[in-house]
């Protein structure tokens, strides 16, 4: 089983529409969990990082870590077409050294 | 503007030669790091450095080098070692490795073969 699970899609869906993007991890001491956006041809953009279970709200964005599960999602509310990009998620490995990455999630948003 | 500057964004490779990516941030960052993307790989690890003048290997360092003889600086050089090195290659940098601060990237360097 790998570390990071991530469907990648591709999702579409129309302009105003609520997405959900979602993850599984395998092992259960992970504690900081990150999402990047990424453009295509472009570096990844840090778009949420949260530490253990709960939610975070940035805007439009709210990411979700149930550790009882080992999920962690990503809301987007009222998508917009500058939200089409590859959503990645990732978290960071236990000795602290490396992000462990899932395949990114592509998402198209028409309007 | 504070960030992370890679170049070239495109670069390519004949048969038999090193080539070196280059990668300057400007975020006083202490950890600098290389990652490979392949389409439908994902991210991967090749290097990573938390300090001036060390580095270790990531899960796929075969192939490559690195050296960080300055904090902002972090180049890799693919050799001719690497038998598959067309891909996507980005450049991260983070304040501290093991403060658990997020990594921020820069735009990327693709590197084809000749």
């Known amino acids: 089983q790998k570390e990071v699970e991530q469907d990648p899609g591709p999702l579409s869906v129309p302009e105003g529409a609520i997405v959900s993007l979602n993850c599984t991890y395998s092992n259960s001491a992970f504690q900081y969990f990150m999402w990047y956006r990424q453009y295509s041809r472009k570096g990844p953009e840090l778009l949420m990082y949260t530490y253990s279970s709960g939610n975070k709200e940035d805007g439009r964005f709210t990411a979700q870590v149930d550790k009882s599960s080992k999920y962690i999602s990503l809301f987007i509310r009222d998508s917009q077409p500058s939200d089409s990009a590859t959503y990645l998620c990732a978290t960071q490995n236990q000795a602290g050294t490396a992000l462990i990455f899932g395949k990114g999630t592509t998402l198209s948003v028409s309007s | 503007d504070g960030g992370i500057t890679q170049s070239p964004k495109y670069l390519f490779r004949k048969e038999g030669q090193n080539v070196t990516l280059s990668c300057e941030q400007n975020l006083n960052h202490d950890a600098m790091y290389w990652y490979r993307q392949d389409p439908g790989q994902g991210l991967r690890l090749i290097y990573y450095?938390?300090?001036?003048?060390?580095?270790q290997k990531g899960d796929i360092a075969e192939g490559y080098s690195v050296s960080r003889e300055k904090k902002e600086s972090f180049p890799l050089t693919v050799t001719s070692a690497q038998k598959n090195p067309t891909a996507f290659y980005l450049c991260?940098?983070?304040?501290?490795?093991?403060?658990?601060?997020?990594?921020?990237f820069g735009d990327g360097t693709r590197l084809s073969i000749l």
């Open positions: 450095s938390q300090i001036v003048n060390d580095f």
């Open positions: 991260a940098s983070s304040d501290s490795q093991y403060s658990n601060q997020p990594q921020h």
